[in-house]
């Protein structure tokens, strides 16, 4: 286990600290560092050769010197795992923070994670209801999926994340799903934020949370959601959970990834993040999904900030280039008051079209969706003519979209955070909102669905 | 110096040995455990290898061992059917050797070593044969025919060859000269299968997406990318070039994507129905599937792999098809390969050499006359993803300098759900020229004219629109308003397509024509009614117009459609009687 104690530093560089002169050292050893004052911090290692030996230390590298000890501890990164974490919280480098005592270990398991063969995967098709209709409707959130918020600093991307995990269920099912929270840099008050709904609603004792906080260290967030999605994996695929993991902000992460390229003079890619970092996100992100033979499952709801609410910027765009799709929050909408504030136009749920239909939702479901997202789209783009032209150069269509794309963002859009409405209300208020158009010019609708639901012919 | 040494140094995926004799793309055998890896670098008595699997655990002083062998791929009957990693490792076996999570240190063998196949002689004792020559037949799937053929660079006199059941590794023939003939062979997957010459692409690969086959057309034996940005319809795309083109065998590499898709694809493929042949999908197609999750250094190599398995059946004188989601993740896995070499970095961090990896890559593609004689072809198709959707990068540029077809997908059309959302102002194909003739001889003699006619009125439109928008389309004339309604029946009607319908996911060739020919029917009788006094409402209105439309839905549109356009004529020129 456990070897001798060097003290051959050489450098220290950022997060990173080089030295020399080692026992052989394994690629991804994890070490500790005992600092002249007795302060232990641990660390990780990144290259390893007969000459030098690189480590990223988690907790910074404020106050190594050279006379501090290094110890190689003869093995990766695991996690002691067990049925005992649920109901605990620990803190970004899995040790506990609730006072309670350390997690007794079934087994440990390293945290970086194998990929899962993907001819083991089952394809995820079970419809999740999750109260919320813009998301019910048009992006369909599908167990197994990896579903990110795409929001922006100062939105309620928060609140919308706490209300799917209190709503999410299988429709006519009591199975439930247990959380896995994972906060990376997020502030004190947000971390308080969630932890109390949890609390409140109860879903806290059903819950594992791993918290790295603002002011914690900030190259520990590279573990923290490895040790969520660790935690995650042997409760869905050893104990047969249905685990929601839900992870923010990754934007923090990406920034942690950052630094540590930056200190290794790495080239750096877009905007100075790595250019692994593709790989290292989908690392994460490819941890949702389905087992077949396994009862469990792991569906992950990512929340990321677009710095400057901009879409192409390298943190959405490449976890965009690897989730299931995405739920896109909109300041302009937020500013109108809206909540919850989801644009539907970007936003897309990719596996929608594989739990939607007759059997799981409705079958009007596809058409509806279509025709409201159709509908809306067309609204919104005349709001721009409309300001160039005025009201009176629109034809009467024109007319009937533009006020549905108000009617749209006001009764069907905007709902409360504890109005948790069932699919068939959902569509049932489509029905009512899309009858303010014409039916000729609902071309998306299919006859025999205008016959059955429109609430002229229900009536 | 030893065929094996010791580690000096791990950096991720790029593991440094000492003290043993190499030369480049030598495969290595690493560690303790034997993780499997090829030397792409030599420095003095150091050789830098890259480690197709994950490195976490290994330590500097264990052993290297060198195989003295190139990357290679086993090639022979059992390749169909088969879902392989970057590095031609069954993924059904892996699940049966470790389970469900893929854990390193594996070996396995390509397909059934032990598996008996009739072999079916072509050749007899006496021929005087060469490499690439066919020699005799193995019926490896339903649908398809694998030729044994003789190794390219070995060549002679036939001494002896024998018909009957044989696994892959017993001698089917031996020559005067003692040589022995398997049916395996191993080709390395860095070097092109040699053929005796490349002809110019002559025929369309059909791929029953109209927009393709109808103005952006693809050869058999082109390259096609596919740019577009996350969401906008690349996988879908390519997966429907998979399951619907008339390519013989399709290889499908799933670089660096998603699991999920790869497991709807072997979902899926079985049940689907090859419209070539009637038989399941699954029986033309070869897999690789290297997630975004699976190690880097063998998803670099698995674009290789997939190239020289489909230059395997080309050589058989199949017209192969190989898709490529998403060529990006194999230039950045290049790019981090690189980045832990210290090499000089080009643009955005990429090698020197990525443009000229791209090259290589894509000429790989082509039409032959194979050494045996026959004449195949490989056909590419890239998908590239751009960050930000933005295709000044690097791979877009590098691509785009290479292949003749440019399959631009669009955000905006994609938001709009307009699918596919291949933009058809700025996408391209230069193959039209050398495809024409095919398409009079066999489809219709006006083919080329009309596409242009079609191309056309969409050029007009795009200009049109900016009109449009800034006085609303009421303020058009009348013509201009025809035209606007005809390019939008274009585009509603020709160019969407569903990639998941039932019945219009996929078109015959035959029916694009006559759909374009209907959208233009209805031009020439809008405006004949037009003349005469009939208002272009009414026009519009007439209901056979909506049924001609909305019948691409139905199985039965190819018989019915040049009725249902002699319709439309005439309810449009009764419109002229109504006024
Ligand atoms: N031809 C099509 N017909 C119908 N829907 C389509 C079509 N093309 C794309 N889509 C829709 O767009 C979604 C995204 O498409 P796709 O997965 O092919 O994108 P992509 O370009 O491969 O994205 P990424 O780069 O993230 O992998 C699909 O899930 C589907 O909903
Ligand atoms: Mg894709």
Redesign the pocket.
């Known amino acids: 286990m456990a070897g001798k104690e060097y003290r051959t530093i050489t450098d220290v560089k950022g997060p990173l600290v080089f030295l020399e002169k080692t026992e052989p050292v394994a690629f991804g050893e994890i070490v500790t560092l005992k600092l002249s004052n007795g302060t232990i911090k641990n660390g990780q290692v990144l290259d390893t050769s007969d000459d030098l030996v690189v480590v990223q230390v988690f907790e910074g590298t404020a106050k190594v010197d050279r006379n501090t000890g290094v110890t190689f501890m003869g093995d990766v990164f695991k996690l002691p795992v067990s049925t005992d974490l649920v109901g605990r919280i620990l803190d970004g480098a899995g040790r506990p923070r609730d006072g309670g005592p350390e997690i007794v270990a079934e087994e440990k398991a390293d945290i970086i994670g194998e990929a899962i063969n993907p001819f083991s995967r089952k394809s995820p098709h079970d419809f999740i209801q999750t109260g919320i209709s813009a998301i019910d409707c048009c992006t369909t959130l599908v167990r197994g999926q990896k579903l990110p918020i795409f929001s922006a600093s100062g939105l309620p991307h928060n609140d919308i994340a706490l209300q799917i995990a209190r709503q999410a269920k299988l429709k006519d099912s009591d199975e439930e799903f247990i959380v896995v929270f994972c906060a990376m840099g997020i502030t004190a008050e947000e971390y308080n934020y969630f932890r109390s709904d949890l609390e409140r609603t109860g879903a806290l004792e059903n819950a594992v949370l791993f918290v790295n906080l603002a002011d914690d260290p900030a190259v520990e967030r590279i573990i923290t959601p490895r040790l969520a999605l660790t935690a995650a994996e042997y409760l869905a695929f050893e104990k047969d959970y249905h685990v929601l993991v839900i992870y923010t902000d990754m934007t923090n992460y990406c920034d942690a990834l950052r630094q540590i390229g930056a200190a290794r003079e790495e080239v750096p890619g877009r905007r100075g993040y790595p250019g692994y970092m593709y790989t290292d996100l989908a690392m994460l992100y490819e941890r949702a999904g389905i087992i077949k033979g396994k009862k469990g499952s792991i569906t992950q709801f990512p929340i990321l900030t677009m710095p400057g609410d901009d879409i192409t910027h390298p943190i959405p765009d490449l976890s965009?280039?690897i989730t299931e799709g995405q739920i896109v929050i909109s300041r302009e909408l937020y500013q109108q008051g809206i909540y919850p504030p989801i644009n539907v136009l970007p936003s897309?749920s990719?596996l929608m079209?594989s739990c939607i239909g007759a059997k799981t939702t409705r079958e009007d479901h596809k058409s509806v969706s279509d025709q409201m997202y159709a509908a809306y789209a067309q609204g919104r783009e005349l709001r721009g003519l409309v300001a160039i032209v005025g009201e009176d150069a629109l034809n009467e269509r024109d007319k009937q979209l533009l006020d549905f794309s108000g009617v749209f963002e006001d009764k069907f859009l905007r709902q409360g955070q504890d109005e948790d409405r069932s699919i068939d209300d959902t569509l049932d208020l489509c029905w009512d909102l899309m009858s303010s158009i014409s039916t000729k010019y609902l071309v998306r609708l299919d006859q025999k669905w205008i016959e059955k639901y429109h609430p002229d012919n229900r009536a | 110096m030893a065929n094996e040494g010791k580690i000096y140094r791990i950096s991720g995926p790029v593991v440094t040995a000492i003290g043993m004799e190499a030369s480049m793309y030598d495969v290595v055998r690493v560690g303790d455990e034997g993780l499997m890896g090829e030397v792409i670098e030599l420095h003095g008595e150091k050789a830098v290898i890259q480690v197709y699997e994950d490195t976490s655990g290994i330590r500097p002083g264990e052993p290297v061992i060198n195989t003295k062998e190139t990357l290679s791929v086993a090639l022979g009957p059992g390749l169909l059917t088969q879902i392989y990693d970057g590095i031609q490792r069954p993924l059904p076996t892996l699940e049966a050797e470790m389970g469900y999570f893929i854990k390193r240190g594996l070996d396995a063998d390509a397909f059934d070593m032990e598996k008996k196949w009739t072999f079916n002689p072509v050749a007899s004792a006496g021929d005087a044969v060469q490499g690439g020559q066919v020699i005799g037949e193995v019926q490896e799937t339903e649908t398809i025919v694998h030729k044994i053929m003789i190794p390219p660079g070995v060549s002679g006199t036939i001494k002896s060859i024998e018909s009957g059941d044989f696994n892959v590794t017993e001698n089917i023939a031996v020559l005067e000269d003692g040589t022995e003939i398997q049916m395996l062979q191993k080709w390395p997957v860095r070097t092109p299968r040699p053929y005796t010459q490349k002809y110019a692409p002559d025929t369309p690969l059909i791929t029953g997406m109209r927009i393709l086959d109808f103005l952006f057309p693809l050869a058999k034996g082109g390259a096609a990318g596919i740019p577009?940005p996350?969401?906008?319809?690349?996988?879908?795309?390519q997966q429907?070039l998979a399951k619907f083109s008339d390519a013989q065998i399709v290889v499908y590499i799933g670089c660096g994507?998603r699991g999920n898709e790869m497991t709807e694809v072997l979902d899926e493929f079985p049940h689907l129905i090859d419209p070539n042949t009637g038989k399941p999908l699954m029986n033309r197609t070869v897999m690789i599937a290297n997630t975004s999750n699976m190690p880097v250094a063998a998803r670099e190599a698995s674009v290789y792999t997939g190239i020289t398995i489909a230059e395997y059946f080309r050589d058989m004188g199949y017209d192969v098809a190989l898709m490529a989601d998403?060529t990006s993740r194999w230039a950045e896995a290049m790019r981090e390969i690189s980045s832990r070499l210290e090499e000089m970095p080009g643009e955005e961090g990429y090698p020197a050499y990525l443009s000229s990896r791209i090259a290589e890559f894509y000429e790989r593609a082509g039409r032959v006359n194979s050494l045996g004689g026959d004449d195949g072809s490989v056909t590419v198709i890239g998908?590239v993803?751009p960050p930000g959707g933005d295709i000044s990068e690097p791979v877009s540029q590098g691509t785009l300098r290479i292949v003749k077809v440019f399959w631009g997908?669009d955000a905006g059309l994609?938001r709009q759900r307009h699918?596919?959302?291949i933009n058809w102002l700025n996408s391209y194909s230069l193959y039209p020229p050398s495809l024409n003739q095919w398409y009079r001889d066999n489809i219709a003699q006006d083919f080329p004219e009309i596409r242009t006619e079609i191309s056309t009125l969409l050029q007009i439109e795009s200009e049109l629109q900016e009109i449009v928008q800034l006085v609303g389309s009421d303020a058009l004339p009348v013509d201009q308003q025809l035209t606007l309604e005809v390019a939008r029946m274009i585009r509603e009607y020709f160019l969407q397509?569903?990639?998941?319908h039932d019945v219009d996911a996929s078109c015959e060739i035959n029916l694009v024509y006559k759909m374009a020919k209907a959208i233009l029917t209805f031009q020439t009788a809008a405006k004949a009614a037009m003349a005469a006094g009939a208002q272009l409402e009414d026009i519009t209105g007439v209901p056979s117009r909506s049924t001609l439309m909305r019948g691409k839905f139905e199985a039965s549109y190819v018989d019915d459609i040049e009725e249902m356009v002699a319709t439309m004529v005439k309810e449009i020129e009764a419109t002229v009687e109504d006024n």
């Open positions: 965009g280039y897309l990719r079209g | 577009g996350f969401g906008s319809g690349k996988t879908v795309t429907s994507e998403s998908a993803s997908l994609a699918f596919p959302a397509q569903n990639g998941f």
